[in-house]
């Protein structure tokens, strides 16, 4: 059984920073590319950032720049580095393998930006 738990969200100032985490359990996640997606209130979630299984990352527009995906395939984990951290960037946080054959969604992990 597939399990995907995401932790290390929490409330920061904007211009701050967190580091997601999303330990991944039930199969081999080392030959899938990865992603983080996010939802705020009232919106659809959304794609924020991708890894391959060779470590090739692609990011959202909106985050370019200022979050970092990366991955430890002998621990399936995942992390999200987030800096310069912006009101806009609150919402909850999920990891799943990228596309559409998703598995279970975690409970995903709160973020919220706010002075």
């Known amino acids: 059984q597939v399990q995907l738990v995401e932790s290390g969200g929490g409330l920061v100032q904007p211009g701050g920073s967190l580091r997601l985490s999303c330990a991944a359990s039930?199969?081999?996640?080392?030959?899938?590319?990865m992603a983080w997606y996010r939802q705020a209130p009232g919106k659809q979630r959304e794609l924020v950032a991708t890894i391959t299984s060779g470590d090739l990352t692609n990011y959202a527009d909106s985050v370019k720049g200022r979050f970092t995906i990366s991955r430890d395939n002998a621990k399936n984990t995942v992390w999200l580095q987030m800096n310069s951290l912006k009101s806009e960037d609150t919402a909850v946080y999920y990891c799943?393998?990228?596309?559409?054959?998703?598995?279970?969604w975690g409970q995903g992990t709160q973020v919220t930006v706010s002075s």
């Open positions: 039930g199969r081999d996640f080392s030959r899938s590319a």
């Open positions: 799943n393998v990228f596309g559409r054959n998703w598995y279970p």
